[in-house]
């Protein structure tokens, strides 16, 4: 199970951390991964982590998120800095079973589909204000 925290509102550019905990079978590989979804838009990927700590991030938010994990706690982050209202969105977090995020060498093919990832926390809410 995935369990999000750490939404709320804040003003333009402003920053938030995020927050995903997992439990149950926290044994296994997964690649882990933050989604964000606004009301009459598609669901966007934001930025992945594999278990080895290798992030990638969504070129419209490369500068402005950095993705990290705690492996003891099971615990993943979202850092988001210099947000901005198009930034407000239900987030995410979400594993894919296997630990592969991207399955090239020069990692430019990667997993980014929400329909790539196995399971998905119920989301917590960031709203940026102008």
């Known amino acids: 199970q995935l369990a999000e925290s750490g939404g709320g509102s804040v003003q333009t550019g402003g920053s938030l951390r995020l927050s995903c905990e997992a439990s149950g079978n926290t044994e296994r590989r997964v690649c882990m991964g933050w989604f964000r979804q606004s009301p009459g838009k598609e669901t966007e990927w934001v930025a992945s982590?594999?278990?080895?700590?290798?992030?990638k991030y969504a070129d419209s938010l490369k500068g402005r998120v950095t993705i990290s994990q705690d492996n003891a706690r099971h615990i993943l982050y979202l850092e988001m800095n210099t947000l901005i209202p198009e930034d407000g969105a239900r987030y995410h977090c979400?594993?894919?079973?296997?630990?592969?995020?991207?399955?090239?060498?020069?990692?430019?093919?990667?997993?980014?589909?929400?329909?790539?990832?196995?399971?998905y926390g119920p989301g917590t809410q960031v709203t940026v204000s102008s």
């Open positions: 982590i594999d278990p080895s700590g290798r992030t």
């Open positions: 979400a594993a894919r079973d296997g630990g592969v995020c991207c399955w090239d060498r020069d990692r430019e093919a990667c997993y980014v589909l929400p329909i790539d990832y196995n399971w």
